[in-house]
DNA sequence: TTGTAAGCGTTATCAA
DNA sequence: TTGATAACGCTTACAA
């Protein structure tokens, strides 16, 4: 069971080519498969482990010239590497962050993602990322596997999780950064979209630019904090306008019978003359709701239809399609150093990061567009 | 600097609910922030180590049903998670399994993702995912890191990486297995798709449907063995039916030279009379001309350019974009379970699995809209 | 400046 | 059926 396991060997490898020495002529041959350890090192060097680990920390310091070149090459002719695992399991740390993604299908989470891997990077972490696929059992599973890997800190984008699982970590010293969404009961550091600002600002733009009925579209708002103040900042700033608007809850994974809605309430709007804009809650509803648009209007629907929203998706560009930029990047990055802000021992309440959305206007609302949508405004 | 790191405490949280127990009140609070240790489960269950593993390793047969019973007692009372380091670093095996991703962004690696995850799930290991974000010293120092933290295995799609590189991990005895594409030199397992079968498939069916010009679109080749082969195939296809053919390179980096290059082949062609038809080599690329053929030709720019490609990206169906599906889930839970049979012992010549794409035909290069395309096709 | 030895949380060996 | 005890590969007092 434990036999050496024979290294791949060409054979008759269809596609690929060439590489045919037959024996691993390479330095590590004489350990058979397995990695040198410090211990190794230590022999060919011809001193003890602890200079070695000295050396591997930066002591250089402590290190007569002599003794440290020897251990230079001894690493370098068998290709060691220190083993993290035995590090970590030694120091107590092992530099591991656990990141949480609810859905990497979405593309604000990669977006995110490459700001945490980044500030990762700089800071000397490895981010174990770990994705749910939008399966609450996923969710909680992963969690478990996190502690059991010891990492040093969480960077949670929630599905579902309950507060008590959550609770677990901190109370466990673990401290949990949140990204994007609050979890209810769980008073933790969180890193976001200023969401108020956000859907004020993109309300504002479609009133300004002369829609009439406002439309916003959202996911069930249930437990996921982010959907709740967007809409919530949609009314309000509806009422403070003092222009017309209303919400629209889509569930995406049985969509119909909100798009059934949808299509009435555009079709009840313009009989009353209105010009009509919709407002999509986030990326993944705005491509639901186009395709939905163009099965119904035509490859021509934006002339019939406006639709914006928060995400700029990479297909937003293509349609031409207004939105606001979240600044994915940034709330990851962050999200890394509030952790490691707290793993350096920083005690303090918990902290709330809103980072402001970027308005990227685009052809959907532009005035010269809406006169094409008036003309054509006929569709039932 | 140990010091025991105080948990996050309420405060004023601005946007937060309730939770204002003063004290860590639960059960692991006697111990303070550390996690329980197989120790402290012996001592609480009043036993060995030993028994304590046994019953971690469900060695049940072997233990009497009443330590059984303290044992998962003491396990419950102690919140007791094993430390999978520590068990790894005795047992010489982690089940941690490396997957470097070239570029998440590119909604292939993705799904590709999906699959890897399923399966490592199934299989009881757990995906380290490394994102180099298209970024050659990224890739390497990622490839460096997993084989410091001791992965049992290594899921690759390359970006760069040199074949020496690789060579390490198999001469270390630990397994490789190559997504998408293949590394020069390094023979091992690798799992993708059927790019010839593929390619041929879009092809015939371009030619299917009358098209006479087309016109293949694939970013610089260079050691990419998966673009050169789409590209091979298109020619090839193209040699047998007799059709005529062209093949554009264009570096997304840099694409505009590419892109005037591309409007002039088209135009030539319709001014020979010829129906072209444009056909990226993966999802990408076909994003990128699509947005550079919006801009030239407006909104309707499907009524005068035809555009398939391989991918089926999330906005081809807005678009109505012929596309060729890739198995990308399968294509990861493939590679894991090659993977899992070289961990497994499995000595056998490389192995080279190359699953079958999905033409999903849209209105893009139906005939009703070529009629439209023809109607239209003046545009210089 | 260098080395010895103990111990991190497990599992494996061996004896009771 | 159970339990000491010795590793695993590393870091860290503590000595020399």
Redesign the interface.
């Known amino acids: 069971?434990?036999?050496?396991?024979?290294?791949?060997?060409?054979?008759?490898?269809?596609?690929?080519?060439?590489?045919d020495d037959p024996t691993?002529t390479?330095r590590?041959?004489a350990l058979?498969?397995?990695?040198a350890t410090i211990t190794d090192v230590a022999r060919e060097a011809g001193t003890g482990k602890t200079s070695i680990s000295r050396y591997l920390n930066g002591e250089m310091g402590v290190l007569s010239p002599d003794l440290r070149e020897r251990i230079e090459a001894a690493i370098a002719k068998l290709?060691y590497?220190?083993?993290?695992?035995?590090r970590?399991?030694k120091r107590?740390r092992?530099r591991l962050i656990g990141m949480l993604l609810a859905d990497?299908?979405n593309?604000y989470s990669?977006e995110v993602?490459?700001g945490v891997?980044a500030a990762c990077?700089a800071l000397g972490y490895?981010p174990?990322?770990c994705?749910a696929?939008n399966e609450i059992d996923?969710e909680r599973?992963y969690l478990?596997?996190l502690?059991?890997?010891?990492v040093e800190g969480v960077i949670v984008n929630a599905l579902g999780v309950k507060?008590e699982l959550l609770q677990?970590f901190?109370?466990?010293?673990i401290?949990?950064v949140l990204v994007d969404r609050?979890v209810?009961?769980?008073?933790?550091?969180?890193v976001g979209l200023d969401n108020p600002a956000a859907v004020q600002l993109a309300t504002c733009h479609l009133v300004d630019e002369g829609f009439e009925e406002l439309l916003f579209i959202v996911q069930p708002v249930t437990h996921v904090?982010s959907r709740r103040?967007r809409e919530a900042a949609f009314r309000e700033t509806v009422a403070t306008l003092n222009a017309s608007g209303s919400t629209l809850v889509i569930d995406l994974a049985d969509a119909s019978a909100a798009l059934a809605e949808l299509d009435a309430r555009v079709v009840a709007a313009k009989r009353a003359g209105k010009r009509v804009a919709l407002f999509a809650a986030n990326g993944p509803v705005a491509?639901r709701v186009?395709?939905h648009l163009?099965e119904r209007h035509g490859?021509?629907w934006?002339a019939s239809v406006v639709l914006m929203s928060i995400d700029d998706s990479?297909?937003a560009?293509?349609?031409?399609m207004t939105t606001v930029r979240q600044p994915t990047y940034d709330i990851g990055r962050r999200a890394v150093e509030f952790l490691h802000e707290?793993?350096g021992?920083a005690?303090?309440?918990?902290r709330?990061c809103l980072l402001p959305g970027e308005l990227v206007v685009r052809?959907s609302t532009t005035r010269t567009d809406q006169l094409d949508m008036q003309r054509a405004s006929q569709g039932t």
């Open positions: 069971m434990t036999a050496s396991r024979p290294v791949t060997r060409p054979g008759a490898a269809p596609t690929t080519t060439m590489s691993p390479n590590t041959a058979g498969a397995r990695r290709d590497r220190p083993n993290q695992m035995a970590g399991l107590g092992n990497l299908t593309p990669v993602l490459q891997e990077h490895m174990l990322i994705h696929a996923m599973r478990q596997l502690t059991t890997y010891r507060e677990g901190a109370q466990g010293g401290p949990v609050s209810e009961g769980f008073v933790t550091d969180m904090s103040l491509l186009a395709v163009k490859v021509d934006q990479e297909w560009q293509l349609a031409g707290r793993l021992g005690a303090m309440p918990a709330e052809a």
